[in-house]
């Protein structure tokens, strides 16, 4: 079974940064698409960023492009989302999803995280 | 940017059917996604690909994509079923994973 975990939300300063981690397990080798996908209070969900299986393509959405860095370590089985710059905004809770594919392209999330809060605020 | 239109709102009563709609320009071009969230809850994945459907959702769930408009339809609705639901999509012209802004089901 695949388990993803994000951690490394927090309070935080407009203007400041956090990392984002998501750790993922039941996986022999992890060469799926995954995303970031994002919740602010009472809202929706927003797409963030994307990285594809082999972590040669990335994709931002326009709202964190040029703040907002994707990684990922295979090596660790690990996603991390870079988030500087950060605005209130930016406040939400922060998902990563993955796909049963390699490519990002057609994305669908059929694995998720229990996503981790992420403030900013003064 | 790519954008997709849900009511924000639908209500059935039990054992009735429920059809949620994913309106966009040519949308029956693209491969749809519907996911259901439920409150304090990530989201769960029952359609992928318009009408394919993971193994651990029930049959009840089913989907459509044709012109401008994706249709989840929900048969023998339950109480469980109460929840918001979004529809996705991948626009090739902005390489972005775009939502829909969610419909939240209710069971009367």
């Known amino acids: 079974e695949v388990q993803l975990l994000e951690s490394g939300g927090g309070l935080v300063q407009p203007g400041g940064s956090l990392r984002l981690s998501c750790a993922a397990s039941?996986?022999?080798?992890?060469?799926?698409?995954t995303s970031w996908v994002r919740q602010a209070p009472g809202k929706g969900l927003e797409w963030v960023s994307a990285?594809?299986?082999?972590?040669?393509?990335?994709y931002y959405a326009d709202s964190v492009k040029g703040r907002f860095t994707i990684s990922r370590d295979k090596s660790k089985n690990t996603l991390y989302l870079q988030m500087n710059s950060l605005r209130v905004d930016d406040t939400a809770v922060y998902y990563c999803?993955?796909?049963?594919?390699?490519?990002?392209?057609?994305?669908?999330?059929?694995?998720w995280g229990q996503g981790t809060v992420v403030t900013v605020s003064s | 940017s790519y954008v997709l239109t849900q009511p924000p709102s639908v209500s059935v009563a039990p054992g009735k059917t429920a059809k949620i709609t994913c309106g966009g320009n040519n949308i029956g071009g693209k491969g749809v996604h519907w996911y259901q969230q439920k409150p304090g809850q990530a989201p769960v994945l029952v359609i992928f690909f318009d009408t394919e459907r993971p193994s651990e959702i029930p049959e009840r769930f089913s989907g459509a994509n044709s012109g401008n408009t994706a249709t989840l339809t929900i048969n023998r609705v339950e109480a469980g079923d109460e929840a918001d639901y979004y529809c996705q999509v991948w626009d090739s012209y902005s390489d972005h994973v775009v939502f829909g802004g969610g419909t939240q089901l209710t069971v009367l």
């Open positions: 039941g996986l022999t080798s992890d060469t799926f698409a």
């Open positions: 990285i594809s299986g082999g972590g040669d393509y990335t």
């Open positions: 999803a993955k796909d049963r594919r390699q490519q990002v392209v057609h994305f669908q999330g059929f694995f």
